[in-house]
Structures are given as structure tokens and as C-alpha cells.
């Protein structure tokens, strides 16, 4: 898939992105500096250049993930049968559970640990073809843990090789011990901006918009403290109620707003008219079993850029598969194949602020694709349940290959 103008791919135009038939590609220092049809491409560069025939597969840009917790301790399948019995989400958070119980373990972890069990999951995502993520805190409820979280994507980014983007999470849930005084934690939160901000560590903010977390009010008093130390904003909003999420996201012109399964067309048509991307995560829709988000809604009544994410994490979401998530997209929200790969490319890079560097193959761009093994877009959604990534380059360099992280 080309690049062409800036900007995500919005509503019908999703369907647009270009797709070079007889393509080619030509390296140098770690940038793209040909893209084209391969007889044009191979006119251009010099005699003595290498080669390398890739046997009509299909070329695309590295993925992007651009909603993931993947900086977390433990493990949450001591809830895997409360799920399963049909116990509300909302339900297993107010007895101590779900989000709770990662934070526990989560505080409980030093750095060192937090960057070990991170990497093994950004190693699996990069075998996959995920060449840039988003890492968001949220497990801490506390400065010192959501700090150590952020310090650790730092580290993280720095080691390599993916492109990290860093996201505080801090009113991801009521900390335990503001249980009884909500208000207060709010006040907690508003006040960890200043330091998020002169630290540089994280990009953006988020909030989960919910009934039963955050109110609408009390969201819109977060994020617009972020707004005011400079971070970008994001909104986990009208997962499970329409509560509202998404006109905030609209309101706030935030960067993006994610699940939406339960939002009004009304407030998805505002999001489309501020400019506002719907990152959504049917992986965690299908684990809690419950209806995908109106994904041709958005695309077609709405005119919405959609993304796509793995939304990895321990408790509704524990798969670092993006491929899974695209058939996903495929086959429960009946996307186009291209449209599944404009969302995990283009608009995701996007959605988390990497639109100049990362989703598109462009010349002068750093040179981060996959190479898989179909040989045309459709496979990757017709095929499923396997890593089809066969080799998986990041500025030029082979990173990954059949699965296998070098």
C-alpha cells in the first residue's frame, strides 16, 4: 500500500489506498527512497544495486498498535470462569477484580521486571508484523507505579526496535483507596499532569469514559488539564453504555477515541466532523463476548477513519495478535480487506501521532514493512488463526522472520 496525500483515510476513502499490483521498493541508509511499479522502480537505481525478489508476495507497511497495555504484571485467569458464567465486567471491578487486581500485582513490580514482561510482549507483537505501538500506564492508580510504567516504555523505546508512543493512563479506574471519596482521586489525577508533561513521559493522555469509572464530567475535567501541559488527548469511550464519550472526544478534539461499541451515531458523526479517529478493538469485544462496534456505520453513514488495535492486555484482551484482530474486523464488522489494512496501517499511525513516519510506503519515510506470505491483501484476512509476517523490517533492517525475532 502507496502513501498519497496526508492525513488518515476517512470514511469511503478507506477504501482508496493504493495497492501497486507489480510493485517494488528500494532501500538506502534505512529510508524508502523508491516506491512504484517495479519496472520504474528497477529504470531508476544503478546497475550494481542488490536485488532481491520476493516471489509476488505481498509487501505492505509495518503495523501499527495503536491501543495496547502491554507494561502490566501477572495475569488475570483466575477470572476467566467469572467470564464465562457471565459475570459482568462492571461486576468483577466493584468486588476488587479486573482492573484492581492487576494494579496490585503491577505496584508490586519494579522496573526492571515491568521492562522484561513488556518486551516478550512487544517481541510477539513484532513477529506478528507490529512495527509501532502504543503503550499505555494505567495499572499504578498511584504516581510512583504509573510513573514506573511510563519510565519503562522510555526504556523500552530506547532499547528498540519499535516505535513506541507512551500514553498515561492514570484514571484507567478508581484507586482502592479513593474508593469512598471519588472526587479526591480526581483531583490525584489532574494533579499528575504537570509532572506527566515536564518529564516527557507520554505523549498523550486517556481516561476511561464509563459508567461505574469516570463520569463525562469528570473526564472532560482530566483531559482538558492535560490539554493545558500540552499532552494529546484520548478517550476509552461508550464501551459498554452510550454514555457520552465519544461527543467529548469531539468537543476536546482528542486524537482519538476508542472502543465505541455502545455510542450514538450522533456523537460518532461529531467525532468524523472534529477530525476525530474511532480506534476500535473487536478482539476485546469478541473475549467479553459482547456486539462488535458499527464499524460499516462509521465508515459509511459517518465518514469516520477508522483504526484497528489489539487493545492487549490481561483482562479483556490478552492476545498480542494484530493479524487476529484484523480478521476480526474482517469477518464480525464485515470490513473490506483494504479497509482492514488502511486501520492497522495509515490511520493507525495516525491515531497515535506518527502519521509522517510510520503506516505508509513512501519515499523518504524510514523503511518499515512486512513482507508476508500471500499473495494479495485478501489473504490476510481470508486465512486466519496463523502468522502469515514472513520477514518484518524496521528502518531497513530485518528484525523478525518466520515469527522469529532476530
Known amino acids: 500500500m502507496q502513501g498519497g496525500p496526508s492525513g488518515p483515510l476517512c470514511g469511503k476513502a478507506m477504501r482508496t489506498a493504493q495497492v501497486i499490483c507489480d510493485g517494488a521498493i528500494a532501500v538506502k541508509?534505512?529510508?524508502?527512497?523508491?516506491?512504484?511499479?517495479?519496472?520504474?522502480v528497477?529504470?531508476?537505481?544503478?546497475?550494481?544495486?542488490?536485488?532481491?525478489?520476493?516471489?509476488?508476495?505481498?509487501?505492505?507497511?509495518?503495523?501499527?498498535?495503536?491501543?495496547?497495555?502491554?507494561?502490566?504484571?501477572?495475569?488475570?485467569?483466575s477470572e476467566l470462569e467469572q467470564k464465562l458464567n457471565g459475570v459482568p465486567y462492571l461486576d468483577v471491578l466493584a468486588a476488587g477484580g479486573g482492573i484492581l487486581s492487576t494494579v496490585e500485582q503491577t505496584r508490586a513490580s519494579s522496573l526492571?521486571?515491568?521492562?522484561?514482561?513488556?518486551?516478550?510482549?512487544?517481541?510477539?507483537?513484532?513477529?506478528?508484523?507490529?512495527?509501532?505501538?502504543?503503550a499505555k500506564s494505567g495499572y499504578g492508580l498511584d504516581w510512583a507505579t504509573e510513573e514506573r510504567q511510563m519510565l519503562a516504555v522510555r526504556e523500552l523505546a530506547q532499547r528498540g526496535p519499535q516505535r513506541l508512543v507512551s500514553t498515561f493512563l492514570g484514571a484507567h479506574a478508581m484507586a482502592p483507596e479513593f474508593r469512598e471519596h471519588p472526587s479526591a482521586f480526581v483531583d490525584a489525577v489532574v494533579g499528575m499532569m504537570a509532572r506527566v508533561a515536564e518529564q516527557g513521559l507520554a505523549a498523550y493522555a486517556d481516561v476511561f469514559c464509563e459508567t461505574g469509572v469516570f463520569s463525562v464530567e469528570d473526564s472532560r475535567r482530566i483531559l482538558q488539564a492535560a490539554q493545558a501541559v500540552g499532552?494529546?488527548?484520548?478517550?476509552?469511550?461508550?464501551?459498554?453504555?452510550?454514555?457520552?464519550?465519544?461527543?467529548?472526544?469531539?468537543e476536546l478534539g482528542a486524537a482519538s477515541a476508542d472502543h465505541l461499541c455502545a455510542a450514538a451515531t450522533g456523537d460518532l458523526i461529531k467525532m468524523a466532523?472534529?477530525?476525530?479517529?474511532?480506534?476500535?478493538l473487536p478482539a476485546t469485544t469478541w473475549y467479553l463476548g459482547k456486539e462488535m462496534a458499527p464499524a460499516r456505520r462509521m465508515?459509511?453513514?459517518?465518514?469516520?477513519?477508522?483504526?484497528?488495535?489489539?487493545?492487549?492486555?490481561?483482562?479483556?484482551?490478552?492476545?498480542?495478535?494484530?493479524?487476529?484482530?484484523?480478521?476480526?474486523?474482517?469477518?464480525?464488522?464485515?470490513?473490506?480487506?483494504?479497509?482492514v489494512l488502511a486501520a492497522v496501517t495509515r490511520n493507525a499511525a495516525y491515531a497515535?501521532?506518527?502519521?509522517?513516519?510510520?503506516g505508509q510506503l513512501e519515499v523518504g519515510r524510514p523503511a518499515d514493512f512486512v513482507i508476508w506470505d500471500v499473495p494479495d491483501v485478501s489473504h490476510l484476512v481470508y486465512h486466519f488463526g496463523t502468522n502469515q509476517a514472513a520477514e518484518v523490517y524496521i528502518d531497513g533492517r530485518l528484525v523478525a522472520k518466520r515469527g522469529c525475532v532476530l
Open 42 to 77: 528497477e529504470a531508476a537505481l544503478p546497475a550494481d544495486v542488490n536485488r532481491v525478489d520476493v516471489g509476488g508476495r505481498l509487501v505492505t507497511p509495518g503495523l501499527v498498535d495503536p491501543h495496547t497495555h502491554v507494561v502490566y504484571a501477572g495475569s488475570r485467569a
Open 112 to 134: 526492571e521486571e515491568l521492562i522484561a514482561a513488556a518486551k516478550g510482549r512487544l517481541e510477539t507483537m513484532l513477529a506478528y508484523g507490529v512495527t509501532c505501538v502504543e
Open 273 to 280: 466532523e472534529a477530525g476525530v479517529l474511532a480506534v476500535l
Open 352 to 358: 497515535i501521532g506518527c502519521g509522517a513516519v510510520s
Open 29 to 40: 541508509d534505512g529510508r524508502l527512497v523508491a516506491v512504484g511499479e517495479r519496472p520504474d
Open 231 to 250: 499532552l494529546g488527548v484520548k478517550i476509552h469511550a461508550d464501551e459498554i453504555n452510550p454514555l457520552g464519550g465519544a461527543a467529548l472526544a469531539a
Open 299 to 339: 465508515i459509511d453513514e459517518c465518514g469516520l477513519a477508522v483504526a484497528l488495535a489489539t487493545d492487549c492486555n490481561p483482562g479483556s484482551s490478552p492476545t498480542e495478535n494484530l493479524q487476529l484482530v484484523m480478521q476480526f474486523a474482517a469477518h464480525q464488522m464485515r470490513m473490506t480487506p483494504i479497509e
